[in-house]
């Protein structure tokens, strides 16, 4: 997924490649799928619209595998749903957003762990996994249309793109078209990424 930290990008990337595999639509794993597929765009069908591109400044980034258990902020524990294992995700991230129309960009520094945990069974029907994103520190989170769907029907309305400082928690769904979230709860600050490379 590009290396970038994001709802439905983020969430593929945490997904092991056993259940990208199994959710491939056509020749397209999920997670190869959201990374060449999904566009982000800010005020999306409107006349302001206008796509984001993100690249990689520094990444130093590793992934490790948690132990069942582990706990995890928030209050979570680490949990299984083979082939899918819990993980967090540490080190440094730097990344450049730009508006495509304009080519004003904004870099920042994204480099708070995240941490992965599944439900052992779906609580969706028909998905492939479901479970819990943690992150804490500073971050930001790219939202492609699933997301946005999603979080608009339970009522949450957030950009597609949102740089956050303190303790987010975001519910996730895995089904064969790839994943998105359905919730986000945030203890802390947000801006609005839109906004600001908008104007």
């Known amino acids: 997924m590009t290396g970038t930290r ?12 056993a259940t990208a595999q199994a959710a491939t639509t056509g020749s397209q794993a ?18 302001a619209a206008f796509n984001i591109a ?18 995890i902020p928030g209050g979570f524990v680490a ?8 993980s967090v995700t540490s080190g440094q991230l730097v990344q450049t ?6 080519g004003k960009s904004i870099t920042r520094n994204v480099s708070a762990p995240s941490w992965f945990t599944y439900d052992p069974t779906p ?12 992150t804490t520190g500073n971050n930001a989170q790219l939202f492609g249309p699933m997301s946005l769907a999603a979080l608009k029907a339970v009522g949450i309305r957030e ?11 975001m519910r996730f769904v895995v089904v ?23 104007g």
């Open 6 to 17: 994001n709802s439905e990008k983020d969430i593929c990337r945490g997904i092991p490649a």
């Open 30 to 47: 999920a997670a190869a799928a959201d990374q060449a597929t999904t566009t982000y765009t800010c005020y999306p069908n409107s006349p």
């Open 54 to 71: 993100v690249s990689n400044v520094v990444d130093k980034q590793t992934t490790t595998t948690l132990s069942d258990g582990t706990p």
């Open 79 to 86: 949990q299984s749903d083979p082939p899918n294992y819990p």
């Open 97 to 102: 957003f730009t508006n495509e129309t304009t």
């Open 123 to 134: 609580t969706v029907p028909g998905a492939l996994a479901t479970g819990t994103y943690v």
């Open 159 to 169: 950009p597609t793109l949102v740089f956050e400082s303190g303790l987010l928690v």
């Open 176 to 198: 064969s078209t790839g994943p998105y979230v359905t919730s986000f709860s945030l203890h802390g600050r947000q801006q609005n990424g839109c906004a600001l490379l908008a």
